[in-house]
């Protein structure tokens, strides 16, 4: 039974850190130039972040070849300003933008950027482990039209639902 347990919870770790089937990381990624600010400019909902706006994220290039991560985002309906921290490693190769990220013990979940303005580093696609997870982020809180329908071209293409996107207010 212990054995059978340990096995199942192996298997459902390793889903946590599996992708889309459409979904492909960006290869070529310079880590270092992801570094930074990024706002987030849309999303597919979830409890962590329901009801916030302004919500950005900041990573930061650890020694060890981690990552650390600092979510924020403000909730009108209690005027509170909530953070979250974490850490992330590749999963792969550092020129692979596909990392494990956590934000509370040993359980991680998949950060795959599958589009990226790789001349700027200034818009990033990123998905989770399944089609239940979609960012659209960049480096300032608003962006062209144009930058906005191609990120809905490829996550529409990727199979993601994005009539479901929330459109993050930035106050501007």
């Known amino acids: 039974m212990r054995n059978a347990m340990l096995v199942f919870s192996l298997m459902l770790l390793s889903a946590c850190l599996g992708m889309p089937e459409q979904v492909r990381p960006v290869t070529g990624f310079e880590a270092q130039r992801y570094m930074g600010k990024w706002y987030e400019i849309a999303r597919l909902d979830h409890r962590f972040e329901r009801g916030m706006t302004n919500v950005t994220a900041d990573y930061t290039l650890q020694e060890n070849g981690g990552v650390s991560v600092v979510n924020r985002g403000y909730l009108p309906q209690t005027g509170e300003w909530k ?6 490693y590749f999963v792969e190769q550092p020129d692979t933008a596909y990392l494990k990220v956590s934000f509370f013990g040993p359980f991680y979940g998949s950060y795959v950027v599958f589009g990226l303005d790789k001349e700027g580093y200034q818009h990033a696609f990123v998905s989770g482990p399944d089609h239940s997870y979609l960012w659209f982020l960049s480096r300032t809180p608003v962006v062209d039209e144009a930058v ?3 990120f809905l071209e490829q996550a529409g293409k990727a199979g993601f639902d994005t009539g479901a996107l929330i459109l993050v207010d930035h106050g501007e």
């Open 148 to 150: 906005m329908d191609r």
């Open 83 to 88: 953070e979250a921290v974490g850490k992330a």
